[in-house]
């Protein structure tokens, strides 16, 4: 027997990776009832984990999807309000078929989504499965199941806490003042519980809250740290209560970004040859997964500490297939997503900063002395994107600029050119007719500023 509901257009907040929408036409309620419904009758799951971050819109969304999946008798349990990495978690621990998040993570107030794995957190993107579930919602046209599932609800704090401390020793900690800004998202809890662990436990980690109390309205703006305009609060807070490191979340706080103890900002990029050594520090001879933006600090950290660096494509679902293949320990973006093996290959936004601030405390050093060596050793010019009307053909004449003497080119993911003092990556976004450019040299500032200029020229000629 088939259930026929009402039908749509093309659902056009299906993303390559996700499910993204503007509120209202792009995603509503009858669109989250119907993915629910599409995710069950394509993955015939047993059980599957829905959580939601703080927007105002998630927990309707969370319920409409949760009775789509109920509908295709599949038990649910609600983890109440989460963060993108507590259903990763969930999902591998208590060993169900899948989990939903509802998250729109940094996008426009306006907007919500969908982040949907599979058993095992294996993530549910455009080349494994996302269309499927896209088709069927379309389609809107379901079989009805046997019978119609259970819901439960459950918190599993407690366990997943427990879990993110594992990935340091205690008795390596020495006192520490943090700051750290929810940007009023869904971080807050995950800190409250970790505070009140540290003191059961006498771990000497002070926290200075800011912005710290979830609120859907965003009082002091979308939380998205990379945008430079967002990282003032968090510098100013370091720098007033002398504190050894800044910590900032996106909404869903699946990414942290991190200051040093003067306030300065990190770029995501030296954070993961910092969390490539940690690992390896502790056991040598892992393989290390690296996107192809910028990758010579990466590389030379990786083989110092007698690791395996392996370049992958940009993007979640490419670097955790990787990993898996691999058996990595650990891979990084330069995005500020951070994946573990042993979080089931995911990406977290809490285990880094647990993982620097532990090396803060074994190596005695402030932040700034870690990173400073390196980036002067590897100055980045950082991302910069173009919005064009014809990324492909902008790339190609940047190709034949600069492919002269080159010493290598790769296609990886978009356009790599290397030469013998610099190189850079040179990619076209998935979503939007936008260049992504990124230029690093050995050493030479002026070189980097001079390339990368040279570069944007040529775009935009």
Known sequence: MESKLMTTDELTCFKAYDIRGKLGKELNEDIAYRIGRAFGQYLKPKTVIVGGDIRLTSEVLKQATANGLLDSGVNVIDLGMTGTEEIYYAVSALKVCGGIQITASHNPIDYNGMKLVREESKPISGDSGLLEIKTLAEANVFSEPAKQGVLSKQSNLTQYVEHLLTYIQFRNITPLKLV?????????HV??????RFVELSIPIEFIKIYHQPNGHFPNGIPNPLLPENRAATADAVKFHRAD???AWDGDFDRCFLFDERGEFIEGYYIVGLLAEAFLLKKSGESIIHDPRM???TIELVKQTGGVPVLCKTGHAFIKERMRLENAVYGGEMSAHHYFRDFAYCDSGMIPWLLVAEMLCVKKQPLSSLVSERI????SSGEINRKLANPQAAITKVEQRFSQDALAIDYVDGLSIEHNTWRFNLRSSNTEPVVRLNVESKGDVALMEKRTQQIIDVLES
């Open 180 to 188: 750290v800004n929810a940007g009023n998202g869904a971080a807050g």
């Open 295 to 297: 990758t010579w600090n």
């Open 245 to 247: 490191m800044g910590i």
């Open 376 to 379: 002067s050793r590897y100055p």
């Open 191 to 196: 800190i409250d519980a970790l505070e009140r």
